[in-house]
């Protein structure tokens, strides 16, 4: 991965891409991190062809540094910004802490996710992003369609990002169908590449009636996946799976039912033109269904009538009909369960 980084930083020098600081209204390149590599359908995926779209729509070059893993990234940081970097987008909580104490060190403007205290003018922005909306509509519609009157909830971890889209999935649940039994498993406390947990998880949570499963997990919902497609309902009938960020479409084998997919692009676009108009590291960013940022995912798997349904209910969301405030906080998630896995 190293190697690739230092190809795409020569890259950038041999080009003329050399800054050496940003400086507010300029801004000519930026450069993404990520833990996993870019091919998840996922959180790493979203945000690099986010990153990439957002930079080419600015004419700003784009850097990808990715499958740096989930340890210390300060190395990685100081190469870019020395490199000339305007902007270090730090695509993963773990890097929350690091990103801002190179930020200051080099005066190199740096996005964050999961720290929405963190923000600090010119230098630090945060993204914590909430598609709750979307996952109440996976919710309404995992009720819905239900044979058991059993759903799952498993995650990778409970970051703020993750614990808003589980409270709002089963706020979705409840309100379409109180007698809808929700089981909620946690694979462990960062275990966001750990696929054959998420498989052993989830193969449990089916294990207790659940046919379908709503999964947040980056790598690990591979494993979720897998499970899915392995393992039968109490029924003897197909478990379903609702996945978020991405479209796994292109790997499905019939067993996704939907996704919560957010779009980040205008996230990106939006910090390149703070950065521009010297606004950076001074508000928060949002996706939601009003723009489709946030958009529930349409599959063969959900029938047209279902499907009508959501959409009127996503009209009542948008309109304010519907209210759903994001929940945060992993106690209140868990308040919100049947049962918790142990």
Do not use: C
């Amino acid at each position: 991965m190293l190697k690739l980084l230092k190809s795409s930083v020569s890259a950038f020098i041999l080009s003329g891409v050399l800054l050496g600081g940003a400086l507010a209204g300029e801004v000519k390149s930026i450069a993404i991190l990520t833990p996993e590599e870019g091919t998840d359908y996922g959180w790493n995926q979203q945000g690099i062809d986010a990153a990439k779209a957002a930079g080419k729509a600015a004419g700003v070059e784009v850097v990808v540094a990715q499958g740096l893993g989930y340890g210390d990234v300060r190395p990685t940081l100081r190469e870019l910004a020395s490199d000339g970097a305007s902007l270090l987008i730090a695509h993963a909580s773990g890097y929350n802490t690091s990103a801002p104490e190179i930020a200051k060190e080099l005066k190199v403007p740096v996005a964050i996710v999961d720290t929405p205290t963190g923000l600090e003018k010119g230098l630090v922005a945060d993204y914590t992003l909430s598609g709750h909306e979307g996952a109440y509509l996976a919710g309404r519609l995992a009720a819905k369609v239900s044979r058991s009157k059993s759903v799952g909830i498993v995650v990778s971890g409970e970051p703020p990002s993750w614990n808003s889209q589980s409270a709002a999935f089963a706020q979705g649940v409840k309100a379409e169908n109180l007698d809808v039994k929700i089981t909620y498993a946690v694979i462990g406390p960062a275990a966001y590449s750990d696929a054959a947990g998420g498989k052993r998880v989830t193969e449990s949570v089916i294990a207790s009636g659940a046919d379908i499963i709503f999964g947040q997990g980056n790598g690990s919902s591979f494993g979720m996946l897998q499970a899915v497609e392995t393992t039968k309902a109490g029924d003897g009938g197909k478990v379903y799976f609702i996945d978020v960020i991405g479209d796994k479409s292109p790997i499905d084998k019939g067993f996704l039912l939907s996704s919560v997919v957010w779009n980040i692009e205008p996230v990106y676009a939006a910090m390149i033109a703070d950065l521009k108009a010297d606004t950076f590291g001074t508000k928060h960013y949002t996706i939601g269904l009003k723009d489709d940022s946030v958009k529930l995912l349409k599959t063969a798997a959900i029938p047209d009538n279902v499907w009508a349904e959501i959409q009127t209910l996503r009209e009542d969301v948008i309109s304010g009909k519907v209210k759903i405030e994001p929940v945060y906080d992993a106690a209140a998630v868990r308040a919100l369960m049947t049962s918790v896995a142990q």
